[in-house]
């Protein structure tokens, strides 16, 4: 299934719509403004990193045509500080996406193509013999970085998928007890097939939970797979994006002022029970073997305040619950086998928990 963002206010997704538009600052919709100073943040400075990283959609869009809901949640991931898995089938421009991203925001990246043989000391980095210093020093990774780019990550055995757990949750590496800190903003930005299973190693469940959400790359429809070829036919080339005209209109700044500005978002108790209620929901769904954790539900929480701040609120609603319940938990439901022979998705399973869970009005 198409991973569906939907904007507020769309409570059954029929097709796959257009992301959500901020709604007018408050000023000029009559909503009251969130008070000056708190946590930092002016409402002034709040709408200008708004407005900035709105603009993400526009200048990914120079390259990356028709995926603008996965723009949107790799945006939410890294208003929450969190990590994106991103799947789909090879030719969806997950690789061409995620540099784009990173151009539009000048934040550093380096892609690290996941194999085999690969090694964790590859990842990481590790300690060398200088020989003119007669001592060991470290040499530092390709996670030292601002968005790390793991090429399909589950072709890689477990031991390397291993070395991002430290990384993800503490952002540092120990390496011979001595705990580095990787620079700040810093995500990992993960990529797999969902179709090819030969020669793969599944993520562990204790990984896939350090993913704050799961984007789903869908095959462009007809209108826009033309336009993807006239971007080709006109002399595009996707390893050139400042040809291309992309260009920075967001930087880290925006993001640390985004951030602080998100952690403002109110949310009221009875949307904090429509969380809670519908991650328990899930653990005693029929076709679930293990649901939605504590963590999940501390997941939604913080991706519903972010989407509720990109829509240009100052408070969280249901609608928002729904709309990031899918991208935020669909990796954290593990199916029953004969579930899974039936046919049954994670997406299946929420779009049934959503439909049964009464949301507060």
């Known amino acids: 299934m198409p991973d569906q963002l939907p904007p507020p206010g769309h409570r059954a997704p029929s097709g796959p719509p257009e992301p959500p538009r901020p709604k007018a600052a408050p000023g000029q919709s009559g909503q009251a403004r969130p008070p000056a100073g708190r946590g930092g943040v002016s409402p002034s400075d709040a709408d200008a990193a708004r407005a900035a990283l709105v603009a993400l959609r526009g200048e990914v869009a120079k390259a990356v045509v028709g995926q603008d809901a996965a723009v949107s949640g790799l945006v939410v991931a890294l208003l929450c500080r969190g990590h994106a898995l991103l799947e789909g089938v090879p030719g969806v421009a997950k690789t061409l996406l995620v540099r784009t ?3 539009a925001l000048s934040l550093d990246t380096k892609r690290l193509q996941f194999t085999p043989d690969l090694m964790p000391g590859d990842v990481t980095g590790s300690l060398v013999y200088d020989n003119r210093s007669s001592a060991f020093t470290f040499r530092e990774g390709p996670v030292f970085t601002n968005l790390l780019l793991a ?3 589950n072709r890689t055995p477990p031991k390397t998928q291993a070395a991002l757990l430290e990384v993800m949750e503490e952002r540092q590496v120990t390496v011979d007890g001595i705990p580095r800190p990787l ?6 930005l993960a990529t797999q097939n969902p179709i090819e299973h030969e020669g793969t190693y599944p993520l562990p469940e204790a990984q896939l939970d ?7 790359l869908p095959l462009p429809p007809r209108h826009d797979e033309i336009q993807v070829l006239a ?3 006109s002399g595009f080339d996707p390893t050139d994006l400042a040809a291309a005209g992309v260009r920075p ?19 009221h108790p009875e949307v904090l029970a429509y969380i809670v209620d519908l991650a328990r929901a899930t653990r005693v769904a029929p076709s679930v073997q293990l649901g939605v954790s504590p963590r999940g539900a501390t997941a939604l929480l913080a991706t519903t305040r972010a989407w509720a701040w990109l829509s240009g609120r100052s408070y969280a609603t249901p609608d928002d619950v729904k709309a990031l319940a899918r991208a935020t938990l669909r990796h954290r439901i593990s199916l029953r086998p004969e579930a899974e022979l039936d046919g049954v998705t994670a997406d299946v399973v929420l779009e049934q928990v959503l439909a049964t869970v009464p949301a507060p009005r």
């Not at 620079?183 to 990992?188: E, G, K, L, M, Y």
């Not at 002022?257 to 109110?266: E, Y």
């Open 101 to 103: 991203l990173a151009a």
């Open 249 to 267: 209109v967001a930087g880290p700044a925006d993001l640390a002022t985004a951030r602080a500005a998100v952690g403002q978002i109110a949310v």
């Open 231 to 233: 971007h080709h036919a």
């Open 210 to 216: 350090r993913f704050l959400v799961k984007v789903t």
């Open 183 to 188: 620079p700040a903003p810093f995500a990992v």
């Open 151 to 153: 090429d399909e990550i």
